[in-house]
C-alpha cells in the first residue's frame, strides 16, 4: 500500500511526499546497498585486518582476508619506531592538531560571514563574485600549487604554521555550501530578530549558523581531512613544525621500511585513517543532509 509521509518545513507547514516504492522494490534496493557497502567497506576491512596480523601472515599466499593470530606487535613497532625519531611525537602531533583546528575553525567563520551578505544581499558585484566562487570550484589543487607558493613565499610565511592554515581560509567550497544554505533562509526570520533588537553578528552566530549546520559540519569535515593528510612539505621544511602525515610517510618510504617493516607501515595507516573516519562517522548525517541539498525551505 502507498503511504503518505508528512514533513514539516521550518515554518511549521506540512506536506506530503508519497511513497511510490513497493516492497519488492525496497528488498531489491536494501540488497544492491548492502553488497555496495560491503565493496566499500572491503579495503578499510582489509587494512585492519592486515595492522592485526604477524608478518608471517601478511606474506601469506594465498592471502587470507580475516587475521588467524591476531597480535598488536605492529603498533609497538611502530610506537617504537617514533621513539627513535629526532622530534618527539608529540610534537608531530601537536602540529597536526594545531593546523587542523586552527584552519577548520578559521575556515567555517571566514566562510560563513562572506557567505551571509552573498546569500542574504544585494550589491554591485555580488553575482559576479557568486558565479566566481562556484568557477573556481573546478580547479584543481594541483593547478594553483604554484600561485599558492610564490603568494606564501612573498608573504614570509615559509617555515609557519600560516604556510598550512592561510591558504584553507580561502578555500572556497566550504562558501558555496553555506552560501546555498543561506539563501533558503527565510527574509522573514531574519526580519523577525531584527525588530527585536538582534545585531548582525548575533543574527548570524544564534540564528544562521544554527540553521546552515549541514554545511558548515560537511565544510568542517573536509578540511579537518585535507589538512589532517597534508604533509605540508612544500611549505615546512623544519623538522619540528612537520606534521604526523610527513611522519608516517617518512617511515612508510624510508629505508629502514623494507618486508620486516611491513606490519609497522600497516599499522601506521591503519591509525592514519581512523582518526578522519571517525570524525566523518560523527557527523555523516550532516553531511548526507547537505549532499541531499535538505536545506530550509521557504
Not at 76 to 88: A, E, Q, S
Request: glycine letters at 6%.
Amino acid at each position: 500500500m502507498k503511504k503518505n509521509i508528512f514533513k514539516m518545513d521550518i515554518e511549521g507547514r506540512s506536506y506530503a511526499r508519497r511513497n511510490t516504492r513497493s516492497f519488492a522494490g525496497n528488498v531489491v534496493m536494501g540488497v544492491f546497498l548492502a553488497v555496495l557497502g560491503f565493496l566499500f567497506f572491503f579495503p578499510v576491512l582489509f587494512m585492519y585486518n592486515n595492522a592485526l596480523k604477524p608478518l608471517n601472515e601478511m606474506y601469506m599466499f594465498p592471502p587470507k582476508l580475516f587475521v588467524r593470530n591476531a597480535t598488536f606487535d605492529n603498533f609497538l613497532d611502530l610506537f617504537r619506531v617514533l621513539g627513535n625519531t629526532l622530534v618527539p611525537f608529540g610534537r608531530y602531533l601537536f602540529n597536526s592538531l594545531f593546523v587542523v583546528a586552527a584552519g577548520s575553525i578559521g575556515h567555517i567563520m571566514i566562510a560563513s560571514f562572506c557567505a551571509y551578505p552573498l546569500a542574504k544581499y544585494t550589491f554591485p558585484g555580488s553575482k559576479f563574485v557568486s558565479k566566481l566562487i562556484v568557477y573556481s570550484l573546478m580547479f584543481n589543487g594541483t593547478v594553483t600549487a604554484i600561485p599558492n607558493f610564490i603568494t606564501i613565499s612573498k608573504l614570509g610565511l615559509i617555515d609557519s604554521y600560516g604556510a598550512i592554515i592561510i591558504p584553507t581560509f580561502a578555500s572556497t567550497l566550504g562558501l558555496y555550501f553555506m552560501m546555498n544554505f543561506m539563501e533558503q533562509i527565510p527574509d522573514s526570520l531574519l526580519e523577525a530578530a531584527k525588530i527585536d533588537g538582534a545585531n548582525q553578528l548575533k543574527i548570524h552566530f544564534t540564528i544562521v549558523l544554527p540553521l546552515v549546520k549541514p554545511a558548515w559540519v560537511t565544510a568542517f569535515i573536509l578540511i579537518f581531512q585535507s589538512l589532517w593528510s597534508s604533509t605540508g612539505d612544500s611549505f615546512i621544511y623544519k623538522e619540528n613544525l612537520k606534521s604526523v602525515s610527513y611522519m608516517m610517510g617518512q617511515i612508510a618510504s624510508g629505508s629502514s621500511v623494507g618486508i620486516a617493516r611491513a606490519g609497522v607501515l600497516a599499522a601506521a595507516t591503519a591509525i592514519m585513517f581512523t582518526i578522519p573516519a571517525v570524525t566523518f562517522l560523527l557527523m555523516q548525517t550532516n553531511v548526507i543532509n547537505t549532499m541531499a541539498t535538505s536545506g530550509i525551505k521557504e
